[in-house]
């Protein structure tokens, strides 16, 4: 069985920044594609970043772009959200996925972490 634990959510100012971990037990990581999505109160979830496990293709939405960067560590079966300039926008639950397929599509993502919450006040 697959689990997904997020860690590194909190409260920062607008501008500021955090930095968002998911760590992944069961299965083989390394064959995973992993994303981060959000949702925010009242909001549909949204997909954020994504990479395969090379490292070499991503994809962002394009509110983060150049603002947010993911990366991964296949030995430590993490994955990682970078997040500067934050704005009050991209205040939501963060939310850790796994899956084969390189997507922006929620329903493409088979294991989900619990999330963790990031609040940017303004």
């Known amino acids: 069985q697959v689990h997904l634990v997020e860690s590194g959510g909190g409260l920062v100012q607008a501008g500021g920044s955090l930095s968002l971990s998911c760590v992944v037990s069961?299965?083989?990581?390394?064959?995973?594609?992993m994303a981060w999505f959000r949702q925010a109160p009242g909001k549909e979830r949204e997909f954020v970043a994504a990479?395969?496990?090379?490292?070499?293709?991503?994809l962002y939405a394009d509110s983060v772009k150049g603002r947010f960067t993911i990366s991964r560590d296949n030995a430590k079966k993490m994955a990682n959200l970078q997040m500067i300039s934050l704005k009050p926008e991209d205040t939501a639950v963060y939310y850790c996925?796994?899956?084969?397929?390189?997507?922006?599509?929620?329903?493409?993502?088979?294991?989900w972490g619990q999330g963790t919450q990031v609040t940017v006040s303004s």
């Open positions: 996925a796994a899956g084969g397929t390189l997507s922006t599509r929620a329903t493409t993502f088979d294991h």
């Open positions: 069961g299965g083989t990581f390394s064959r995973y594609v």
């Open positions: 990479s395969r496990w090379t490292g070499g293709s991503q």
